[in-house]
């Protein structure tokens, strides 16, 4: 994507092959700043810290944190134990997102069938970047399949923008390239569809506010930012043509874990006969579940993201306590949504009803 005309990825490997380069996009939009992460600790703080953040984009950053395993290895022939013992590390960092678990298993056996020291940091190299260009273009054809749903409602609508609504950041900052749930909508802009997108200020670190916004601005897409229970009354008065959100991890049945606050825009969905769907990679996908409500860890974070509030103060960043001092504040980072509130599925192999046995008409190998 392109930030004022430049280029770029929330993630890249830097030439001398050691430092992996993020956004921390904890500061954004006041300041814009590049993380260096040069050891597997560095890489654990990054996610579990939310540098960076979003299903796609943890997966990418543990694939490289994988490769970083290697390259900071005390012993470059990587032991097997320290492999073990790192690897697992990394993947509990955070225990929501599918993503991270699945590019570290997939990265592990190709070291170990490496013989030598060269051939273990070739290995892992190779694996990580295939996995980052895997979950940009699975983003790229989620776009391409989610624009139809934007171009029919036009076409319905026969004049005025279709009106989108989305909740947290699943865009570009949370995966490598397009987003998720941004996908379709930077298709639609590049068709010359004609969108306005409700975004979510998405408590409590404000995801939708700072980051969506941040990037829907930067592409010049027409968006709002509202409060995050202004979604039933837009949806009550006609303001809503479509919902799309992303997802942290979601079942073989339909069960959709998503940021706090996904399940409430869900119900107003279909309170208000509005389709709600969900954008995701087959990668986020959890083919080991069914039952999502009882089953996704729920990750709970520390009350201060609740209890303070970040912004910038006249150029300065700053943290403000909103309730008084003493009250104790929970912090649940995502809700489910049940599969029988979602409309349906934009996957990289097209779109699919929220049902087991329709996910598998696409993915049957799974």
Known sequence: MFVDGKEMRPIWLDADQRTVKVIDQRLLPHDFIIMDLRTPDETIYAIQEMVVRGAPLIGATAAYGVYLIVVDAPDPAVPEDYLTAESERLKAARPTAVNLAWAVDRMVPKIRAAKTPEAK?????????????????????????????????????????????????????????????????????????????????????????????????????PHTVVTDNAGGHLMQHGLVDLVITGTDRTTYTGDVANKIGTYLKALAAKDNDIPFYVALPSTTFDWTLADGVHDIPIEERNPDEVRYIQGSDGGTLRNVLVPPEGSPAGNYAFDVTPARLVTGFITERGICRATAADIQRLFPEK
């Open 121 to 221: 940091r070739a290995a892992a190299l190779a694996a990580a970047e295939e996995i980052v260009e895997l979950e940009a273009d699975n983003c790229r054809r989620i776009g391409e399949h989610g624009v139809s749903l934007i171009q029919e409602i036009q076409d319905r609508k026969q004049g005025g923008p279709v009106n989108l609504l989305t909740h947290c950041n699943a865009g570009w900052l949370a995966c490598v390239e397009y987003g998720t749930a941004t996908a379709p909508m930077y298709v639609a802009h590049e068709q010359g569809i004609e969108i306005h997108v409700w975004v979510d200020e998405t408590r409590p670190l404000n995801q939708g506010a700072r980051l969506t916004a941040w990037e829907l601005g930067k592409a010049g897409i």
